[in-house]
Structure formats: structure tokens, C-alpha cells
């Protein structure tokens, strides 16, 4: 069962839009989330995380927002750029005993910025 | 600063034959340590993790296993491989407990034949 859960496996967006990117999760005894960006052929890179004491995190063109409530996040890229364009992946921390962590991904979505 | 070495970036193995991947971290020490694999159109699913030598916890039941000789060396090894096997393995570190995410590596897009 999917604990991490992004519905759009796709989205394309023109250049200079908005893009939003969605997310939702099951657990909620989750309470820190990531986003990562990958590119074909490499490792997933960290974007942007929130906690779930914030409601937003903001940090540059990127911003991510936390609806605990909801058990949904999304990341909004403004303006959307051209090098935009790659694989997206939600995750939550899953702590493990002892303390370690465990991140569960979803399953991505693949981000078309066009001109 | 820290750094994560994974090898091959690419392999071609026939069904039946056995596999070797190797993921090293550099300038740290006591890493928990990671193998995620990412099968065609699918997302990342974790397949093991480490937090010590020797200290292997495995997520899904399957062909593959791996191991911890030293506290930065990470292993993938099968003793035959099967088609289901072929995707893009990374190998990610991460340090201390909960609220850090992980740094991954540069992948091994894994073939089966």
C-alpha cells in the first residue's frame, strides 16, 4: 500500500507559468516531507523540505505547502523555467527505532517545461 | 565534504548470472546507508538499509542482497539474476535520526538480458 502518493504521473506547463506539483500521504505520524528532483540517468537531488510545524517553505522559485489536515503537500515552481523539466519525487520520513529515518517515496511526476 | 561513489554507472548481465554493486561514502563516518531501485515508469522503492557494519534491514522480499563489510562500503549482490531485475539502482547516505534527508548517488542502470 502506498503510503506516499503523487497522482499526476505527468504535467506540462509554458514557460514563465506556474507549475504545481502535488502529493499526498497516508501515515499522520508523518511530520517531515522533501521534494527531489531528478534528472534521467542520475541520482534524485534535494529540493525542498517542510516540517510539519510550518504550513510553507519558501526558497527561491520554490515553494513548498503542507495541508496537514488534508494529509496533502505541493510544490509550486514560479516562474517555470525550461531546466525545470525533470522527474519530481514526494517524500515523507519514516523514523524508524532508534531513531533512524527511512524515506518513502511516491511514485514521481515527470515535469514538461515548454517555451 | 561528503561525497558518494557508486559503480558501474551502466550494466548489461544475462538472466542466471550474478551481481556485484559497489556504493562507497566519503567524509563521513557511521552513515546510514541505502539502496533504492527504480523500475521502469514506477517510483523509488527502498530495498535495504544499513545503519551499521554488518546491520542490514531488508524492505521487500526478493533476489537481491546486500551487505556492509566496512562503515562507508555498501554492497547490491545477487546470486542470479531474473528480467524483473532490471532498473536504475541508487545507493543513498544519510546521518543521524529523523528530519535529514538523503544525498544519492550517481546510479547503475542495471540491464538484464
Known amino acids: 500500500d502506498q503510503q506516499v502518493k503523487q497522482n499526476s504521473p505527468s504535467l506540462s506547463v509554458q514557460e514563465g507559468r506556474i507549475s504545481i506539483l502535488n502529493c499526498d500521504y497516508t501515515n499522520s505520524m508523518f511530520d517531515y516531507f522533501l521534494w527531489y528532483k531528478k534528472y534521467p540517468a542520475e541520482g534524485p537531488t534535494f529540493l525542498i523540505s517542510?516540517?510539519?510545524?510550518?504550513d510553507k517553505n519558501e526558497d527561491g522559485r520554490f515553494t513548498v505547502f503542507l495541508n496537514k489536515s488534508a494529509k496533502h503537500l505541493s510544490l509550486h515552481i514560479v516562474p517555470s523555467q525550461p531546466g525545470d523539466s525533470a522527474v519530481y519525487f514526494c517524500a515523507a520520513i519514516d523514523v524508524l527505532s532508534g531513531g533512524y529515518n527511512k524515506l518513502i517515496f511516491g511514485a514521481g511526476t515527470r515535469l514538461a517545461v515548454h517555451p | 565534504s561528503q561525497t558518494i561513489h557508486q559503480w558501474p554507472a551502466t550494466l548489461v548481465q544475462p538472466v542466471g548470472s550474478p551481481l556485484s554493486l559497489e556504493c562507497t561514502v566519503e567524509g563521513t563516518s557511521n552513515p546510514n546507508l541505502y539502496w533504492y531501485r527504480q523500475a521502469a515508469g514506477r517510483g523509488l522503492q527502498l530495498l535495504f538499509y544499513s545503519i551499521g557494519i554488518d546491520q542490514i534491514s531488508s524492505e521487500v522480499p526478493q533476489n537481491l542482497s546486500a551487505s556492509r563489510p566496512q562503515d562507508r562500503q555498501f554492497i547490491l549482490s545477487s546470486k542470479k539474476l531474473l528480467l524483473s531485475d532490471s532498473g536504475f539502482y541508487l545507493c543513498?547516505?544519510?546521518?543521524?535520526?529523523?528530519?535529514?534527508?538523503?544525498?544519492f548517488g550517481s546510479g547503475t542502470r542495471l540491464t538484464v538480458v
Open positions: 517542510i516540517s510539519s510545524i510550518k
Open positions: 543513498a547516505w544519510s546521518v543521524g535520526g529523523g528530519g535529514y534527508g538523503y544525498t
